[in-house]
Structure formats: structure tokens, C-alpha cells
């Protein structure tokens, strides 16, 4: 993509979105354009959107819980 082809876009959200979402994106060196243009892009390739009412848990609880739930199984309790 040429400089010319490029478009600015502006998008409204609230300014702690806009901060924390820089946040992140500082503490992972990326910058957030680059963030929202990959997610763009991952929207227009896969054509869907996933929203859910479901809470979802945070990966590395998720994990743990797995283990733990794999211990209990096998017979295995923490006490």
C-alpha cells in the first residue's frame, strides 16, 4: 500500500478507551494504528464479528482452572 492509497479515519470513543487501548499498545510496542488496522483487516478476511454475553475467563485463568479441574479427575485435591 503507496502513501497514496492511504485514508485517514476517524473514529469517536471515550478518551479512557483511547488511553488504556494506548497503554497497551506502548507496553507491547506496537502502535495502536497498527492495532486497529490488523483487527480491520482480520474483520474484512473472516467477513464475521464475535460478540458474546458469555464472560469470558482471562487466558491464564483459564488455564489454571483446566489444571485444577484435571487434578480433581485424577483424584488429586489441593486442601
Same mark, same amino acid.
Given at each position: 500500500?503507496?502513501?497514496l492509497?492511504?485514508?485517514?479515519?476517524?473514529?469517536?470513543? @471515550?478518551?479512557?478507551?483511547?488511553?488504556?487501548?494506548?497503554?497497551? *499498545? &506502548? !507496553?507491547?510496542?506496537? %502502535?495502536? @494504528?497498527?492495532?486497529?488496522?490488523?483487527?480491520?483487516?482480520?474483520?474484512?478476511?473472516?467477513? @464475521?464479528?464475535?460478540?458474546s *454475553?458469555? %464472560?469470558?475467563?482471562? %487466558? =491464564?485463568?483459564?488455564?489454571?482452572? =483446566?489444571?485444577?479441574? !484435571?487434578? /480433581? &479427575?485424577? =483424584?488429586?485435591?489441593? /486442601?
Open positions: 500500500m503507496g502513501t492509497d492511504k485514508i485517514l479515519l476517524n473514529v469517536k470513543l @471515550s478518551k479512557s478507551l483511547k488511553q488504556d487501548a494506548q497503554e497497551v *499498545a &506502548n !507496553e507491547i510496542g506496537i %502502535p495502536l @494504528s497498527t492495532i486497529v488496522i490488523v483487527n480491520l483487516k482480520g474483520f474484512v478476511r473472516s467477513r @464475521s464479528l464475535t460478540i *454475553a458469555l %464472560p469470558r475467563l482471562r %487466558p =491464564g485463568i483459564e488455564k489454571e482452572l =483446566g489444571l485444577a479441574i !484435571e487434578d /480433581y &479427575n485424577q =483424584g488429586k485435591r489441593a /486442601y
